[in-house]
Every structure is written in C-alpha cells, then in structure tokens.
C-alpha cells in the first residue's frame, strides 16, 4: 500500500471513530435527524439473535424515536473500537461501550458491544451499514453488583433474560468447559 493510500486508511479510521462519537451524542441529545445520518438510506439496527430491527434510515428514526420517549437522559460512552476494511468503501468492526439512562426515576447501566458494519456512501461519509448491538448487562444501577455474574443481566425491559456476551461466545463456553 503507497502512502497516499496509507494515510487515506488513517483519515478512513478516523472518520469511522468519528462517526461512533456523533451517534453516541446524537442519541444522548435525541437529534433524530442526526442519527439518521449516521446510517446509510439502507442502513438497519437492531438487537444481536433477536429479529428485533429496523431497516432503512426512516424505519430507525422511528425506532429511536419510540425507545426513547418517555426516557430521562442518557450518557452513552464508546471505548475501544476494532476496524477491519474490507476494499476502500466498506469496513466491519466492533466497539465495546458503556450507555447509561434515566427511566422512571431509576438509573439504568448497560455494558455492550456494537457489531458494526461501514459503508461509505456516494457523498464520502462513512456511515452505519449495520449496526448490532449486544449486552453483557443492561439493568438497574442498583442491581448491578448482587447480579453482574448472574446468567439472566439483561433485567430491563423485563423480563429478564440471559446475557448476549460473554456467555453466547464460543471462545466463552470453550473456556468454561476447560477445551481452551
């Protein structure tokens, strides 16, 4: 790879980095019209192995729309992201983030992964493709603690159910089993 082709990688990252930043904002200052714009006009989100989502940008505004009435603030945190391009306008990766929301006069905490999908779209901006997300725990702040190593952390929405990451992993169960 030349250099110019190096540092167009770089800037690429960048922008993808970026784009992670603006959707965490956009949701915690409801911009609808911004969160639409991070995903491409055939973008789709939705929740890891449940069938819950919503395709194309005007289906995901209306989804962010409904799951954020009737919410206090939130604060959603990106950490660590993983790249990998695919060709010069598509790229796969996942980011691991932390999002907290006020519901009913309880704080809730959620520990999660985006499984994500980046399209550069025809006007040059990355945008989400797809994006996925999966919990490790999503529930009240004062349930963390008595129940971070229980099976069942995503309590909220109830009902309870059991949690998306580490446990689906194979590499998880592999461990546990003692095949690793």
Not at 80 to 109: K, S, W
Not at 126 to 153: G, I, V
Not at 156 to 178: C, M, N, Q, S
Request: aromatic share 12%; with cysteine; net charge negative.
């Amino acid at each position: 790879m030349d250099i110019e082709a190096r540092i167009r990688r770089l800037e690429d990252r960048a922008e993808i980095r970026n784009l992670h930043a603006r959707y965490a904002n956009a949701v915690d200052d409801r911009d609808l019209a911004v969160i639409g714009d991070c995903f491409c006009e055939d973008g789709v989100f939705g929740r890891w192995g449940t069938g819950d989502r919503a395709e194309g940008r005007k289906a995901v505004v209306q989804f962010y729309r409904d799951r954020l009435g009737g919410t206090g603030p939130s604060f959603h945190y990106p950490h660590a992201a993983e790249i990998v391009f695919d060709d010069d306008d598509n790229a796969h990766g996942t980011l691991t983030a932390h999002a907290e929301m006020g519901v009913n006069g309880r704080l809730l905490i959620a520990g999660l992964r985006y499984m994500d999908r980046y399209r550069r779209d025809p006007d040059g901006r990355w945008r989400f493709a797809e994006r996925y997300s999966r919990f490790y725990y999503f529930m009240p702040h004062d349930e963390l603690d008595a129940n971070y190593e229980a099976t069942d952390r995503i309590t909220w929405p109830a009902p309870a159910r059991p949690a998306d990451l580490p446990d689906g992993l194979d590499t998880w169960k592999a461990f546990i089993e003692g095949d690793a």
